[in-house]
C-alpha cells in the first residue's frame, strides 16, 4: 500500500492453502502409476500364458524320449548320465512353465472358512523336516483367538511356503525364523510377520524385489517369480505384501489380509512350487 507521495506503509497479499491439492496430485499419480503397474502385470500374464501353453508340448516330447533312451542305456554310465541332466533340466524348464501359468492366473480360487494359525502350522511342520531346516530355529508367536479368514487356503499356502523357504535360503540354511500373527480388530485384518536373521535385501535391489523374472539368488537356483506371484495371490485376497529390513541385517515380510478376503468362489487354479 502506497501513499500519494510514494511512502509505502503496508502490503497486501493473497495466500491459498496448497496442500490439499497437492496430496490429490500425488494421490492421483499413485493411482496412475499403480494402473500402470496393474497394466503391464496383465500383459505379462497373458503373454507368460501364451508362451507357456507353446512351450509345454515340446517339453513333454522331450520327457518322454529321454525317458525310453535312459532305458536304453542302464549299461553305459556316462551317456545315462547325460540324459539324467536332459531330463533334471527338463523337468526345470516345466516348473517354471508351470510357474508362468500359475502367474498368468488373474483370479482367486475356492474360498472356504480357515484358521490361518493351523495353515502356518502345517507349512512348517512340512518345511522342518527338509535338510534346508534342520539348522534353522523356527519361533512362533501367535495370537491367541486369531479369527478365521476366508479365502483360497491352497493359494495362501503357496505363498507361505515361498516365504519360509526364501527366508531360509537367505539365512544360508542356519539362523532364526521368526513368524507372529496379530489381528487388527478396527479394520478387521490379520497380519502375519515372518522374520529371518539373514543379510536383508540390499537397499539398490528393494525396489525390484517383487518384480517379475527377479531374483537375487544365484543362476539356476530361482526363476524371479515367486514374489511376484506370491505378491499377486495376496492382493487378490484384498491384501498387501510388503517387507522391512531394519539396519543391522535380516528382512521382514508382512502379511495383512481381510478376514473376509475372498468371499466369492472362482475357477481354482493349479498350484505349483515356488522359488524367488
Not at 508340448?57 to 536332459?86: C, F, H, R, T
Not at 524371479?224 to 531394519?246: A, D, K, M, Y
Amino acid at each position: 500500500i502506497v501513499k500519494v507521495d510514494g511512502e509505502e506503509i503496508g502490503s497486501v497479499g493473497i495466500f491459498t492453502d496448497m496442500r490439499e491439492t497437492l496430496k490429490m496430485r500425488q494421490d492421483l499419480e499413485d493411482a496412475h502409476l499403480q494402473l500402470v503397474q496393474s497394466e503391464k502385470v496383465a500383459s505379462v500374464g497373458r503373454m507368460a500364458a501364451g508362451v507357456a501353453h507353446e512351450i509345454n508340448n515340446p517339453l513333454a516330447g522331450v520327457l518322454i524320449y529321454s525317458g525310453l533312451l535312459k532305458e536304453n542305456l542302464l549299461d553305459q554310465p556316462e551317456l545315462l548320465s547325460d540324459v539324467e541332466q536332459i531330463i533334471e533340466q527338463t523337468l526345470r524348464c516345466k516348473k517354471i512353465v508351470a510357474e508362468l501359468l500359475e502367474f498368468s492366473r488373474q483370479s482367486v480360487g475356492k474360498a472356504t472358512s480357515f484358521s490361518l494359525e493351523e495353515l502356518i502350522n502345517k507349512c512348517l511342520s512340512l518345511l522342518t523336516k527338509q535338510a534346508t531346516f534342520h539348522d534353522i530355529l523356527v519361533t512362533k508367536d501367535m495370537e491367541a483367538s486369531l479369527p478365521l479368514i476366508v479365502g483360497d487356503m491352497g493359494q495362501l499356502q503357496q505363498v507361505f511356503t515361498n516365504l519360509f523357504i526364501n527366508a531360509a535360503d537367505a539365512m544360508g540354511s542356519k539362523g532364526k525364523l521368526t513368524v507372529k500373527t496379530g489381528f487388527d480388530s478396527a479394520n478387521s485384518r490379520v497380519a502375519v510377520r515372518i522374520s529371518d536373521t539373514g543379510p536383508g535385501i540390499p537397499v539398490a535391489l528393494q525396489d525390484k524385489i517383487f518384480d517379475i523374472f527377479y531374483t537375487t539368488k544365484p543362476v539356476g537356483k530361482g526363476t524371479g517369480l515367486g514374489l511376484s506371484i506370491s505378491q499377486n495371490i495376496v492382493n487378490l485376497h484384498g491384501g498387501t505384501l510388503r517387507f522391512e529390513c531394519p539396519e543391522g541385517g535380516g528382512t521382514t515380510f508382512i502379511m495383512e489380509l481381510p478376514i473376509d478376503a475372498a468371499e466369492t468362489p472362482c475357477e481354482e487354479p493349479v498350484f505349483v512350487g515356488m522359488d524367488a
